[in-house]
């Protein structure tokens, strides 16, 4: 089974940034696509940002400009590099990785940004 784990969330201020990672292990077949979602206290899970293994990317209107998501490396490896962050990005921040039909979820993590 595939097993996604995120890492690198915490806490900064506004104007500053994070960058967070998403490994996919355990994977058999190729991976089609990874992502970001993102939810806020009170509120829906929302796709933020993902890559297709074709380099194909998308984001979300709120962070265009601010955040770019790499390439799906060699060790199923993705990243979210966050600039210019804003006390409206906090949320935790769920990985996922489709595969064969599948989307695998990681666990979260969680990104704070005070004003």
């Known amino acids: 089974q595939v097993q996604v784990v995120e890492s690198g969330g915490g806490l900064v201020q506004a104007g500053e940034s994070l960058r967070l990672s998403c490994v996919a292990s355990?994977?058999?077949?190729?991976?089609?696509?990874m992502g970001w979602y993102r939810q806020a206290p009170g509120k829906q899970r929302d796709l933020v940002a993902r890559?297709?293994?074709?380099?194909?990317?998308n984001y979300d209107d709120s962070v265009k400009g601010r955040f770019t998501i790499s390439s799906v490396d060699a060790k199923n490896t993705v990243y979210l590099q966050m600039n210019s962050l804003k006390p409206e990005d906090t949320a935790v921040y769920y990985c996922?990785?489709?595969?064969?039909?599948?989307?695998?979820w990681g666990q979260g993590t969680q990104v704070t940004v005070s004003s």
């Open positions: 996922y990785a489709y595969s064969e039909g599948y989307r695998y």
């Open positions: 890559v297709t293994n074709n380099g194909e990317t």
């Open positions: 355990g994977v058999r077949f190729s991976i089609y696509s």
